[in-house]
C-alpha cells in the first residue's frame, strides 16, 4: 500500500515502538509504502503535535518513497522473559527505547518484532528441577537499507529464576527476571542501557521470590511475607500507553497467592499448595511485559505452568506538517 504525509519538523524521541502510516492527501514531498500489515492511525499528542502512527505487531517495512526526509519518533519494545517455575520468579520486561529518527527518501526501513519468551513449566516431584526452564524474550529492531549505524536495536527481558536455581542471564537481554531463594537476584541487561535487574528472594517466612525488572525500575524483593511485585514499565508520551513491565513472583510456602506484574502488561505471578494445576499470568500481547513467576509450596502433585512474556511492539509516529 502507498500513502503520502504533509510533512513535519523534530521532534523528540519516546519509549516505544510500533510504526505508524499516513493517511494524508496532501505529500509535501513525503509518500509511503509498506509491508507486513501495520495498525495506520493518527493522534494528537499531549505536545499539540499530530501523528500519523504505524504500529508493528508483527515484522514489515516501511519505504520511503518522497523527496526529503523527516524526524519522527520511533518506539522499539522487545519480547518480555518468561516467569520460572517451581516457587518461580516474575521474568523481566521487554527492553523498551525510544528516539527521533530520521526518515531518508529512497530508503527501506525493515522492522522486527521480538516474541515473548516461554514460561517454566515443572511436574512437582521430590527435586526443585523444572521439566522447562522459561527463555528470555527476543529482539526487536529497526533498521535502514542505508547500513548506516544508529538502528535501533533492543533485547528482550530475561527469564524468571526457578526453584534454588541460580539465573544464568545472557549478555544479550535487557532486564534481569526476579531471584528465587539462597542465590543472587536477577542481574540487569549489559552495563543497564536497556533496563534493571530483577528482584531478590528470601529463604525465610512464605519465601517470597523477586519480580522481573523493566527498562526504568528494578524489580521488587521478595519477603518474608509476600512475593515480589514486577517493576512498572515505562509511559510513552506519545499515546499515554505504558509498556515492559516486569512479571510478578510467586512464594514458597503457605497459600499467599498471586503478586502483581509491573504496569505495562507484567504478568501475575501464582502459587497454590494444593494439588491440581497452577497457572501464572502471561505478559500482555504487544506490550514486552514479563510473564509471572509459579509454583506450589507442596512439592507434591499438579503442575505449575509460569506465564509468557509479552510479544513486542514496533510504532513510526510520523509528524504532519
Not at 505536545?47 to 518513497?65: F, R
Not at 518522497?66 to 519494545?77: F, K, Q, T
Not at 510513552?236 to 514458597?252: D, E, F, L
Not at 504496569?263 to 497454590?272: D, E, K, L, Q
Amino acid at each position: 500500500m502507498s500513502v503520502s504525509n504533509a510533512g513535519g519538523s523534530n521532534v523528540a524521541g519516546a519509549k516505544y515502538r510500533s510504526l505508524v502510516r499516513s493517511t494524508s492527501a496532501s505529500s509535501g514531498g513525503l509518500s509511503w509504502t509498506t509491508t507486513g500489515s501495520p495498525t495506520v492511525s493518527s493522534i494528537v499528542a499531549s505536545n499539540g503535535v499530530t501523528y500519523d502512527m504505524y504500529a508493528y505487531t508483527g515484522s514489515g517495512t516501511l519505504v520511503s518513497t518522497g523527496s526529503r526526509s523527516v524526524y519522527a519518533p520511533v518506539l522499539v519494545v522487545a519480547g518480555g522473559g518468561g516467569g520460572g517455575s517451581y516457587t518461580g520468579g516474575g521474568g523481566g520486561g521487554g527492553g523498551v527505547v525510544g528516539q527521533a529518527m530520521r526518515l531518508d527518501a529512497g530508503t527501506t526501513y525493515t522492522i522486527t518484532v521480538g516474541a515473548g519468551g516461554a514460561g517454566g513449566q515443572h511436574t512437582p516431584a521430590a527435586t526443585a528441577a523444572p521439566t522447562t526452564i522459561g527463555t528470555k524474550g527476543s529482539t526487536s529492531s529497526v533498521t535502514d537499507s542505508a547500513s548506516r549505524p544508529g538502528g535501533l536495536v533492543v533485547w528482550g527481558g530475561g527469564y524468571g529464576a526457578h526453584g534454588n536455581t541460580v539465573i544464568t542471564n545472557a549478555s544479550d537481554q535487557a532486564t534481569g527476571g526476579g531471584g528465587t531463594y539462597n542465590v543472587s537476584p536477577g542481574t540487569a541487561g549489559v552495563s543497564g542501557i536497556f533496563g534493571y535487574g530483577g528482584g531478590t528472594g528470601i529463604a525465610a517466612g512464605v519465601y517470597g521470590f523477586g519480580g522481573g525488572g523493566s527498562c526504568v525500575a528494578a524489580g521488587n524483593n521478595g519477603t518474608a511475607l509476600a512475593a515480589g511485585a514486577g517493576a512498572n514499565g515505562y509511559t510513552w508520551p506519545v499515546n499515554s500507553n505504558t509498556y515492559g513491565g516486569g512479571g510478578g513472583a510467586s512464594v514458597g510456602s503457605g497459600v499467599i497467592g498471586a503478586s502483581a506484574g509491573g504496569s505495562g502488561g507484567g504478568g501475575a505471578g501464582y502459587v497454590t499448595n494444593s494439588g491440581g494445576t497452577a497457572v501464572a499470568t502471561s505478559g500482555s500481547t504487544n506490550t514486552g511485559g514479563g510473564g509471572g513467576g509459579s509454583g506450589y509450596s507442596a512439592p507434591t502433585g499438579g503442575t505449575d505452568f509460569a506465564g509468557a512474556g509479552g510479544s513486542g511492539i514496533v510504532i513510526i509516529a510520523i509528524p504532519r506538517g
